[in-house]
């Protein structure tokens, strides 16, 4: 070992006690001085490290927040849809569960089930079209029907479709017979969708409330089917009939799902009228 | 060849206003999107196919509704005479052509539309008719005509470019 070696070596090593004796607090207030500016040198320096390490990977973190909120809100998005779908189809279990009480409680006619598609692009004319056709064994003249009551008639058919003229449409007349009174009249649609009464003799006697049921006379429906009830009635002395309007049973603005009655026939009369 | 976008135009046309534009009602009148289709179509400059258009859209709406073909006939092609008349002559305002042939194209198909029901039964009274159905569906035809009138003026620079034109 040359003496540059020596020196060097010896160097280090005084240094180095030096400072294991700074550490180890040997050198008293000395000592804590030169570790007090040590740690506000180190505590400098990492503060100054860390804001530049924000600085850097920072807009790293935004964009990464980014994608993983973008990718929550698809979530979101998904399974928001899948609720609306679910609710969708609760609807239509609720409405298909009280068409199946309906035609269970009715047995002696043979329905088949449809889903109202559109209606009718004319503001003029009050009809719906369902996603039953003639491939179905739907012909013209079949009554449509709900759990609440008669919703009109097959008005033409095609193959996967047809359309329904409902007892709202101004063109529609129905027989029908007034359950508490016990007499006929004539229901009649209108332009804004109400449905009234007509044809009720003078001398009979109807109270708010009475219901509607189908007569069955002109072979047109089937009777007995539930219409609605009266809600008022306007008699005048001079008119040859009284008029009443009418509360429908069904709610023709939400139709989703309609029954339509495929066991009947109607009967055409008009070669019997003279 | 672009002219066959009429084809599921018009049929998404007629499917949106059975399904949708039918649903959305002011007192018992609502919007007629076929008719403003043709009218805005038909006001275009360089559209040469509008009497096309209103023979398919003539077939698909009374394909779907209950109201005699022949009022849908002679209601779409008078919105579409209307149209092109007016072009021509107030070329220089194109919006107030639309709205004048909203206006004129309504009222005729609804009043068409009230005369022959009335004729062949259905009981009708003008005053309502006039009140529920012809002034709000007017209204209405009015409020969509200026997006529809936007979407088939692109329509008509996509189908007939400016280059192919000149």
Not at chain 1, 30 to 55: K, M, P, Y
Not at chain 1, 164 to 175: F, G, M
Not at chain 1, 219 to 238: C, H, K
Not at chain 2, 129 to 145: A, E, R, Y
Request: proline share 5%; with cysteine.
């Amino acid at each position: 070992m040359n003496s540059r070696s020596l020196q060097t070596t010896i160097i280090f090593l005084v240094i180095g006690g030096i400072f294991a004796l700074a550490l180890g607090g040997f050198f008293g207030s000395a000592s804590r001085q030169f570790s007090a500016v040590l740690i506000e040198l180190q505590t400098w320096v990492s503060s100054r490290f860390l804001g530049i390490q924000d600085f850097v990977t920072a807009p790293r973190d935004i964009v990464s927040l980014r994608a993983r909120n973008d990718e929550l809100e698809s979530q979101v998005s998904l399974l928001q849809a899948q609720v609306i779908e679910l609710q969708q189809r609760v609807n239509e279990t609720d409405i298909l569960a009280a068409l199946v009480d309906f035609s269970r409680s009715n047995p002696e006619s043979t329905y088949k089930a449809a889903s109202v598609i559109g209606r009718d692009p004319s503001p003029f004319l009050h009809y719906v079209i369902i996603n039953r056709g003639s491939n179905d064994a739907i012909q013209r003249g079949m009554p449509v029907v709900t759990n609440q009551g008669l919703v009109g008639r097959v008005d033409s058919v095609i193959a996967d479709a047809a359309r329904v003229q409902l007892i709202t449409d101004p063109a529609s007349s129905i027989n029908v017979y007034l359950q508490n009174a016990e007499t006929d009249a004539m229901l009649l649609g209108s332009v804004t969708g109400d449905v009234s009464l007509d044809m009720i003799s003078q001398d009979v006697s109807v109270e708010p409330g009475d219901l509607i049921l189908t007569s069955g006379l002109g072979g047109g429906y089937p009777s007995d089917l539930i219409i609605g009830q009266v809600v008022t009635l306007r008699t005048l002395e001079f008119e040859l009939f009284q008029q009443a309007t009418v509360q429908p049973a069904v709610d023709f603005t939400r139709l989703e799902i309609v029954l339509v009655i495929t066991n009947f026939r109607p009967v055409d009369i008009s070669p019997l009228v003279p | 060849m672009r002219n066959v976008v009429a084809f599921p135009l018009l049929l998404l046309a007629v499917i949106l206003q059975s399904a949708v534009v039918s649903q959305v009602k002011l007192l018992s009148g609502y919007a007629d999107l076929p008719l403003l289709m043709l009218g805005a179509w038909a006001l275009q400059k360089r559209v040469r196919t509008a009497w096309h258009w209103a023979a398919l859209g003539c077939a698909l709406v009374a394909f779907v509704s209950s109201i005699p073909w022949l009022v849908l006939a002679v209601g779409y092609f008078a919105v579409v005479y209307v149209a092109q008349t007016l072009q021509r002559r107030v070329w220089q305002a194109p919006l107030l052509a639309m709205f004048s042939v909203t206006f004129i194209g309504t009222l005729f198909l609804h009043l068409l539309s009230f005369a022959v029901l009335s004729i062949l039964g259905t009981p009708f009274s003008l005053s309502d008719v006039l009140g529920l159905i012809i002034l709000p569906s007017l209204l209405l035809n009015i409020l969509f005509s200026i997006p529809i009138y936007a979407f088939m003026r692109d329509l008509a620079r996509w189908v007939y470019p400016a280059e192919e034109f000149e």
